[in-house]
C-alpha cells in the first residue's frame, strides 16, 4: 500500500526514521493543508481519515466550500505529431480530443493497479 483514498482525497505514507513515526499528508491540496501521523500504518490511516473529517466539518462551519485535491483539469504537453494523431482520430471516431485522451488513459488504468 503506499496511499490512502477517502471521500475523494488522497494521501500519501512517509516514515520518519529519527521519530519512529509514519505521517502524510492529503496530495494535490494548494491552499489547505491536510496532515496526519501514527506510530503503526492503522493508526495513520485512523488520523488521515479523522484529519479529512475535521477538514469537512471546519468547512461547514464557516459555510465553505470544501477544496479537493485534484480538480479534475489537467494540462500536458506532448508532440506535435501525437496532437494531430489524436486529432485525427479522434474526429474519425466521432468524439472530442477531450474525450479521446479521457477513454485512452482509463482503458489503461484499467491495466494498472491503482
Not at 28 to 55: C, H, P, Q, V, W
Request: charged share 30%.
Amino acid at each position: 500500500m503506499n496511499d490512502f483514498e477517502y471521500k475523494g482525497y488522497y494521501g500519501n505514507i512517509e516514515y520518519s526514521a529519527n521519530d519512529k513515526r509514519f505521517y502524510g499528508f492529503v496530495l494535490g491540496m494548494t491552499k489547505d493543508s491536510i496532515t496526519y501521523e501514527g506510530d503503526t500504518i492503522e493508526e495513520l490511516e485512523t488520523d488521515f481519515r479523522d484529519a479529512i473529517e475535521s477538514y469537512l466539518e471546519g468547512c461547514t462551519e464557516m459555510g465553505i466550500k470544501p477544496r479537493k485535491g485534484y480538480s479534475g483539469i489537467l494540462n500536458i504537453r506532448i508532440p506535435i505529431e501525437i496532437h494531430g494523431k489524436i486529432a485525427m482520430i479522434s474526429k474519425r471516431s466521432g468524439m472530442s480530443i477531450n474525450a479521446f485522451i479521457r477513454d485512452s488513459i482509463e482503458k489503461r488504468l484499467e491495466y494498472i493497479a491503482v
